[in-house]
């Protein structure tokens, strides 16, 4: 076991500028965040009401388009719909080879447009 001391001249502060230093860098982090706070609390509500929304019609029966369709609550009846009609695994394939394929070709053309930008440096 050894103790680590420190040696004359060495920079090490004294341990009333090192508590001042503390406080001045917890200042620093609360003002930070109290910086970043009003964003944060409007990207949580552009992300929690469209989500709460969606979730909540989900469980009704609801049509924009129809007037007559008020929103009746119908429970998981949607989602067994969902679950039972052929259409939906056939939705869900195009659904991912369309994703797979537009991330692919942004991947390329994003690289192809970087390294020509490069190149012109």
């Known amino acids: 076991m050894s103790v680590v001391m420190a040696r004359a001249g060495e920079d090490t502060p004294p341990p009333a500028r090192a508590g001042a230093r503390a406080r001045r860098h917890r200042?620093?982090?609360?003002?930070?965040?109290?910086?970043?706070?009003?964003?944060?609390?409007?990207?949580?509500?552009v992300i929690v009401v469209p989500l709460g929304t969606s979730l909540m019609l989900s469980f009704q029966r609801y049509s924009p388009v129809l007037p007559?369709?008020?929103?009746?609550?119908?429970?998981l009846d949607n989602y067994q719909r969902m679950l039972t009609d052929g259409q939906f695994g056939k939705a869900i394939l195009i659904t991912i080879g369309f994703t797979v394929l537009a991330?692919?070709?942004e991947t390329v053309i994003g690289i192809a447009l970087g390294a020509f930008l490069a190149s012109l440096l």
């Not at 200042?27 to 509500?45: D, E, H, I, K, Y």
């Not at 007559?68 to 429970?75: C, K, R, T, V």
């Open 27 to 45: 200042r620093a982090n609360w003002f930070g965040v109290a910086m970043q706070t009003p964003s944060l609390l409007v990207l949580a509500l």
């Open 68 to 75: 007559n369709a008020e929103g009746q609550w119908i429970g």
């Open 103 to 105: 991330v692919s070709l």
